[in-house]
T-cell receptor, first 116, second 113 residues
Framework: EAGVAQSPRYKIIEKRQSVAFWCNPI?????LYWYQQILGQGPKLLIQ????????DSQLPKDRFSAERLKGVDSTLKIQPAKLEDSAVYLC??????????????FGQGTRLTVV | DAKTTQPNSMESNEEEPVHLPCNHS???????IHWYRQLPSQGPEYVIH???SNVNNRMASLAIAEDRKSSTLILHRATLRDAAVYYC??????????????FGSGTQLTVLP
């Protein structure tokens, strides 16, 4: 079974530029998560999708972050404009879905973003 | 969300058992106890989960206190590859809460050769 794929692995941008991250979840997984992990901290949930609908985006800074999951499969997370404090690893994860007992989440390797 | 408390760091010698504690005194009856670990430069990976009974799998064992207010992840024979940050997480089932996979700061496990 292929895992969660993310790209790019690394990205360096200047502040005020825009950037996009891409995630391809495990086939058949209805739930998709985007997390932000700042160095030395645990991952923080930014947004959760169930199929192509948003379940929770309460911690997403909506003035600069946006995410979509068209057709309920792949997802993109965008930051525009980026700030220095956005430097972090952005992790995508997927799981079978809400209401199932098998709720194990599978994570990608993440995209390390550096804003200079 | 119910909160978990873990030590910031622990050390273990290679090939010895490791007991990683987690306190969750405000756990509710529908919360499952999940453990994930994060190896250096990797995304978190699932380790084990349980509700009331102790659980075993190929990676680890999970011992849950009778009152469910604490649990312990047991690595029976630590290897250098087990050096990671271990997260104890409470997840409700059925999944009514969207924010159901909330990470704390975890325990950094160092394995000494």
């Amino acid at each position: 079974e292929a895992g969660v794929a993310q790209s790019p692995r690394y990205k360096i941008i200047e502040k005020r530029q825009s950037v996009a991250f891409w995630c391809n979840p495990i086939s058949g997984h209805a739930t998709l998560y985007w997390y932000q992990q700042i160095l030395g901290q645990g991952p923080k949930l930014l947004i959760q999708f169930q199929n192509n609908g948003v379940v929770d985006d309460s911690q997403l800074p909506k003035d600069r972050f946006s995410a979509e999951r068209l057709k309920g499969v792949d997802s993109t997370l965008k930051i525009q404009p980026a700030k220095l404090e956005d430097s972090a690893v952005y992790l995508c994860a997927s799981s079978r879905g809400k209401g199932t007992l098998n709720t194990e989440a599978f994570f990608g390797q993440g995209t390390r973003l550096t804003v200079v | 969300d119910a909160k978990t408390t873990q030590p910031n760091s622990m050390e273990s010698n290679e090939e010895e058992p490791v007991h990683l504690p987690c306190n969750h005194s405000t756990i509710s009856g529908t919360d499952y106890i999940h453990w994930y670990r994060q190896l250096p430069s990797q995304g978190p990976e699932y380790v084990i989960h349980g509700l009331t009974s102790n659980v075993n799998n190929r990676m680890a064992s999970l011992a849950i206190a009778e009152d469910r207010k604490s649990s312990t992840l047991i690595l029976h024979r630590a290897t250098l590859r087990d050096a990671a940050v271990y997260y104890c997480i409470l997840r409700p089932y059925p999944s009514g809460s969207a924010r159901q996979l909330t990470f704390g700061s975890g325990t950094q496990l160092t394995v000494l050769p």
